[in-house]
C-alpha cells in the first residue's frame, strides 16, 4: 500500500489476464495525474489494466548494460502467436539473479516457458 498527497491509502491494482493480441490491440492509455498514481491501458472491450499477468515461450532475452546498472529485455511468444516485450530493470535487482538464469539458459539453446506478472507500459 501507499499513500498519495491526500492521504488516502491507494491499492495495488490486481493483475489482468489477457492474450497478447487483445494487449496489443488497445491504443488508449491514461496516465496518472500525480507523480505516483497509477496509469492504465484501456483495453478494447474497455477494461483498465495496470499490471498484466502474461505467459508465453522465451523468444529472447538480452543484457542492456546502462550507466545505473544492467537491464534484460527480452520477448515472450504467446500461445496465438503474438507478443509480450518486457524489461527488468536495474532497479530491480532481486529479479537479476533470475534473469541471469535465463539469458544463460536461452543461450545454451533451451526453450522456456514463462508466466510472470508486470505492471505495463505501451509503446
Same mark, same amino acid.
Given at each position: *500500500?501507499?499513500? #498519495?498527497?491526500? #492521504? ?9 489476464? *489477457?492474450?497478447? =493480441?487483445? %494487449?496489443?490491440?488497445?491504443?488508449? @492509455? ?6 505516483? !498514481?497509477?496509469?492504465? /491501458? ?6 483498465? &489494466?495496470?499490471? &498484466?499477468?502474461?505467459?508465453? /515461450?522465451?523468444? =529472447? ?6 550507466? #545505473?546498472? *544492467?537491464? $534484460? !529485455? ?5 500461445? *496465438?502467436?503474438?507478443? %509480450? ?5 536495474? @532497479?530491480?535487482?532481486? /529479479?537479476?539473479? $533470475?534473469?541471469?538464469?535465463? =539469458?544463460?539458459? $536461452?543461450? !545454451? ?5 514463462? /508466466? ?6 505501451? $509503446?
Amino acid at each position: *500500500m501507499s499513500f #498519495n498527497s491526500k #492521504n488516502k491509502i491507494r491499492r495495488r491494482e490486481p493483475a489482468i489476464r *489477457m492474450f497478447a =493480441v487483445e %494487449f496489443q490491440g488497445a491504443d488508449l @492509455f491514461q496516465k496518472g495525474k500525480e507523480q505516483f !498514481d497509477p496509469s492504465f /491501458l484501456i483495453t478494447n472491450l474497455g477494461a483498465r &489494466v495496470n499490471r &498484466v499477468f502474461a505467459g508465453g /515461450l522465451l523468444e =529472447v532475452i538480452t543484457r542492456k548494460p546502462s550507466e #545505473n546498472g *544492467m537491464n $534484460y !529485455d527480452g520477448k515472450l511468444m504467446g500461445p *496465438m502467436g503474438h507478443h %509480450f516485450w518486457f524489461r527488468i530493470g536495474h @532497479f530491480q535487482e532481486e /529479479l537479476h539473479e $533470475y534473469a541471469e538464469t535465463l =539469458v544463460t539458459s $536461452y543461450e !545454451d539453446g533451451k526453450g522456456i516457458l514463462l /508466466l510472470m506478472s508486470a505492471k505495463i507500459n505501451h $509503446y
